[in-house]
Structure formats: structure tokens, C-alpha cells
């Protein structure tokens, strides 16, 4: 029997701020919704229709809190993480579902810190502080 994978890749815009929460134990965690268009001509009027999507981002700890600090509504980012699904119960005992991208890895490509155009941000849940990388290569979106 072949493994499985679960992985997301998504290039977007922040739909809203980082919303932090803080937990005693000194973790964190921060959510934020993100937006990727899909953009076509319809053939029978040749009018271009643009679709959104929004996705439900998580980030974790310290990955969280470069995301808070360094990223604003707008700034355009690539993510890569996991789908996850949420089940909870909500008044009178319905039961709800989310679906979130829980992202292991981030490269900020547009942030309110940005120096020049062609600098990028690169973080992951690992690190404790963004990298800066140059980006000369056109981003296939």
C-alpha cells in the first residue's frame, strides 16, 4: 500500500490582520484568511470572470509571531502547510466543521517592511527570525 501525503501550496493575499491568541504555557497561535483568485474568459460572452477563494490560515509559535510582526492586510505571501478539519459543537448541540491550512513553511512576498521590490521574506516554524532572499525569477501566478 502506497503512503499518503497532505500538502497545500498556495500563493495569496492577507484578507485581514494576524489575530494572535496567547496561551500560559508560552505558546501562540495566529490566524489569518487568505485570498487566491482564479481568473478565465468565458467562451460564449468572452467576459473575464474572476473567482476568490478564501482559505483559513493557522501559523504557530514563533512562525506566528514573525507572521504578526512583519505581515499586514494585502501583503501577498506563499504557503506551504497541511489541510486540517475542525469538529466542534456549537448551541444546541450542532455540530460545526472548519477546514484550515495549518502552514509549516511562509515566504512573505509583499510586507509593510519590504525595503525594495525584489526582496522576499522567507520564515518557517522552526526559525526565530525571517530570512531575507533575493527574488529575481517571476512567480508562475
Not at 467576459?47 to 505581515?71: F, G, P, Q, S
Not at 512576498?109 to 527574488?135: G, M, Q
Request: charged residues 30%; proline residues 2%.
Amino acid at each position: 500500500m502506497a503512503g499518503t501525503l497532505n500538502k497545500v501550496m498556495l500563493i495569496g493575499h492577507l484578507g485581514d490582520e494576524v489575530k494572535m491568541h496567547y496561551f500560559d504555557d508560552k505558546n501562540s497561535i495566529g490566524r489569518f484568511p487568505l485570498a487566491t483568485n482564479e481568473t478565465f474568459t468565458n467562451k460564449q460572452t468572452g467576459e473575464r470572470i474572476t473567482n476568490t477563494e478564501w482559505h483559513n490560515i493557522v501559523v504557530r509559535n514563533k512562525l506566528a509571531e514573525i507572521c504578526e510582526k512583519y505581515l499586514s492586510k494585502g501583503d501577498k505571501v506563499y504557503c506551504e502547510g497541511r489541510i486540517k478539519t475542525r469538529q466542534w459543537e456549537a448551541e444546541g448541540g450542532v455540530k460545526r466543521y472548519t477546514t484550515e491550512i495549518h502552514i509549516i513553511d511562509m515566504t512573505f512576498l509583499t510586507t509593510k517592511r519590504s525595503l525594495d521590490a525584489n526582496s522576499t521574506t522567507h520564515a518557517s516554524e522552526n526559525e526565530t527570525t525571517p530570512k531575507s532572499t533575493e527574488s529575481k525569477e517571476d512567480l508562475p501566478f
